[in-house]
């Protein structure tokens, strides 16, 4: 006779089901797992082994066969040891076999036979929802499954003698709770910064369309303390934008005791990141950078220090918001659709374009070309702000804190996608919530500009010799700043602005 457990196998975020099924029969005594096992599932067998004869149970003297089926698809991580064990225990009959059915489980035993963390709890909780499964899983877990569904029947027990019990009808669980992490601390606050009021305003426009942001200036002048500010003044996230990010930190075992956190991701590699760092990938594929700033920002520091094929591996997720994973057997696909800010200095030595500065190798010029033209141009084309952060004098610094602070800029932001959304969804645009994921087609219909904003881009183009991607880049940022100011039609003056951040962006390009 064979029993069978369902449970999950994980390609991306996604979670296919997995019929764990256990035969016991006669023969040479062995415990086999067949099924495309990695090494951790392989070694499930003895951790099943010593958690039965922790909770009083021995394994019979026979032939254990364990088949995950599909029987094509890759099994990896070690949440198949529950499974495995329960589909054991209803054989030998410790368990109701029909306890079993209606179940998703996912758990890993530790050799007492208490539990351990699993990562996907969550993506497994909505598979269970779909397939209309209960679902079983640790009890520091239980809280991330609850956010599923209210009316997912979750056991999450603290052993496997619990879980017994439970199925015996000897004791009752009660169901967990949704939990949001609590903020340990406030956010960074841009009244915190003292002079660079440009590149402030620059934050904005990047925070109210969603835009690619490469902020160039020596050491000191403030890039690091602007990008990590950049979060205080975005807006909260929506339902579904936080059940997404929550799935991807899920697989990737980053949500602490179940809590989801509410606030947007903010992530900033250090350039030796490697390309499966930073894009996902590796022996076993998992969520890189880019997906775990997915919704969030994605801080680059030091950008031409980055491997130049690394870098140029987000060129494709920044135009199509996503990361498709590739291996010989079996291919998996990663949301990836966050906001770029990059840091950089001028030159090798920081000190390039300060006045009256003279580089002790080479001209300055060619010390600044040389450095910068370790970011390739195809990448730079994909920046839709790109600016000059000069340093900051002594005499910014003596003088009191700005009034206006994040709270303020926040508010403008907050009414500027609000327009946002409301266009996008009047024109029926699905996904689309910002002016910088605005698909070619619909520009035409909501960033078309006054004659004389047309006849001023059509001019810069040709002098400018902008691509066609530039182009639109040019739309969407003085589409943004039209919604900055209130404003149904984009004028003159937005595409003037805009133009002269393309501006610097080409002028890297060029050198």
């Known amino acids: 006779m064979v029993t069978r457990v369902s449970t999950v196998a994980f390609e991306g975020i996604e979670a296919r ?35 039965l004869l922790a909770s009083g149970l021995a394994l019979p003297a026979k032939r254990i066969t364990v088949n995950l089926a599909p029987a094509d698809l890759p099994k990896e991580g070690s949440h198949y040891d529950l499974p495995i064990a329960l589909g054991v225990m209803a054989a030998i009959g410790a368990i109701p076999e029909d306890a079993l059915g209606g179940f998703t489980v996912l758990w890993e035993l530790a050799l007492d036979g208490s539990i351990t963390s699993v990562a996907g709890v969550l993506p497994a909780a909505m598979a269970a929802v779909e397939q209309r499964h209960g679902l079983v899983c640790p009890e520091p877990c239980g809280p991330e499954a609850a956010w599923a569904s209210s009316e997912l029947e979750i056991l999450a027990p603290r052993s496997l003698i619990q879980l017994a019990n439970h199925f015996k009808g000897t004791q009752v669980m009660r169901r967990p709770e949704p939990a949001i992490m609590p903020a340990t601390h406030a956010l960074p606050d841009l009244r915190d910064i003292k002079g660079q009021e440009s590149a402030k305003r620059t934050l904005e426009i990047a925070a109210a369309g969603g835009h690619n942001l490469l902020m160039s200036g020596p050491p000191g002048a403030g890039k690091s303390m602007l990008a990590q500010r950049l979060p205080s003044i975005l807006p909260p996230l929506s339902p579904r934008e936080l059940l997404e990010i929550s799935m991807i930190q899920s697989v990737a075992g980053l949500l602490a005791n179940g809590a989801l956190s509410n606030r947007r991701p903010f992530r900033a590699p250090h350039h030796s990141a490697s390309m499966a760092a930073l894009v996902g990938g590796g022996l076993n594929a998992r969520p890189g950078e880019a997906s775990l700033a997915h919704h969030g920002v994605l801080f680059l520091d030091e950008l031409p220090e980055f491997q130049p094929q690394v870098l140029d591996s987000l060129r494709q997720p920044l135009e199509t918001g996503e990361i498709l994973i590739a291996r010989a057997n079996h291919r998996v696909t990663y949301p990836a659709r966050f906001q770029l800010v990059a840091a950089m200095n001028p030159c090798r030595c920081g000190q390039g374009t300060e006045p009256g500065y003279v580089c002790r190798r080479q001209p300055n010029e060619r010390c600044i070309a040389q450095y910068q033209a370790r970011l390739s141009g195809p990448l ?42 409301k266009r996008y ?47 639109h880049r040019v739309l969407k940022v003085s589409r943004t700043l039209a919604d900055l100011d209130g404003e149904e039609h984009v004028r003159r003056i937005h595409v003037a602005e805009a133009l002269s951040y393309r501006a610097h962006a080409d002028r890297r390009s060029a050198a």
């Open 380 to 421: 730079l084309d994909r920046i839709d702000l790109a600016i000059d952060v000069p340093a900051v004098t002594a005499t910014d610094l003596i003088l009191p804190p700005p009034k206006e602070g994040s709270a303020q800029i926040a508010a403008r932001v907050a009414a500027a996608r609000e327009r946002q959304e």
């Open 425 to 471: 969804s009047a024109l029926k645009a699905t996904g689309v919530m910002t002016n910088a994921a605005c698909p070619p087609g619909l520009l035409e219909d909501v960033a078309q500009p006054d004659p004389d904003g047309l006849s001023l881009i059509r001019d810069a183009a040709n002098a400018m010799r902008l691509s066609a991607r530039g182009f």
């Open 17 to 51: 089901t997995v019929d764990v099924q256990v035969q016991i029969s006669s023969g040479t005594v062995a415990f086999t797992v067949v099924g495309l096992p990695d090494k951790a599932v392989a070694e499930s067998r003895e951790r099943v082994r010593s958690a």
